[in-house]
């Protein structure tokens, strides 16, 4: 400990060498402070890369060979990992399937800013050419495992709850503020009919799915706003 006195104070005087080398101590004690803070913020960083990466290359394995099908090989083989630390991540296969459904949901709807009906069906055409025309994931997941597997059901629910709720304030803001429109308007449930058609017949149609719902969904509008 470093004792400082000041002038009339009785006691011996510290010598400069013994200054300097509690100075250094309390240096070299700081950078070790300070150098465990790092390794900490770069292992955190680490596990945030690695668990996304992971996660990354898991979505592409079940968009493509679907969720049942896919093997631990397959997954760990996508990430570039072992089956620990996949295991270490994600905990279960079906962790790695919800936290799969939630990155995908939010990448969705972090980039979907349609203002108008005839955007989001834009924006759905700009989706399927660059994510590929596999079918909405989210429906064969629940398809495959949902009904079964109460965390993939939730995660499907939770992407199902957010699409009716932006399709609502899109049609309303189409629409214009003096018309109501709520969740459960009938609309707004042909809307998301037409949107998940698209989305799911674009499997086979490709983007000519989309373009038809675009469509039809011009026409649903036109006729609403003709009441």
């Known amino acids: 400990m470093l004792q400082f006195y000041s002038a009339g104070q009785t006691g011996t005087t510290p010598h400069h060498s013994e200054i300097a080398h509690a100075c250094r101590t309390v240096t070299a004690a700081m950078s070790v402070h300070h150098l465990a803070q790092v390794k900490r913020s770069l292992y955190i960083e680490g596990m ?87 079918g909405c994931l989210f429906l064969r997941a629940h398809g495959e495992a949902g009904e079964t597997t109460p965390e993939i059901a939730e995660a499907v629910a939770a992407y199902r709850a957010q699409l009716r709720s932006m399709i609502a304030r899109i049609v309303r803001a189409d629409l214009g503020d003096d018309v109501t429109v709520g969740e459960d308007d009938t609309t707004v449930t042909q809307i998301l009919v037409l949107f998940e058609g698209a989305t799911s017949t674009a499997s086979y149609l490709g983007t000519a799915a989309v373009t038809s719902a675009r469509e039809a969904a011009a026409t649903v509008m036109n006729v609403r706003r003709r009441r």
């Open 48 to 134: 945030a890369a690695s668990r996304d990466q992971i996660v990354s290359g898991a979505e592409r394995v079940f968009d493509h060979r679907g969720f049942a099908a896919s093997g631990m090989d397959d997954l760990t083989a996508a990430a570039g990992v072992s089956t620990r630390t996949l295991y270490k991540h994600l905990g279960s296969k079906i962790g790695l399937v919800v936290a799969v459904l939630e990155a995908r949901n939010s990448r969705f709807f972090a980039h979907c800013h349609a203002a108008s009906v005839d955007e989001l069906f834009a924006y759905l055409e700009e989706w399927v050419m660059a994510e590929g025309s596999r």
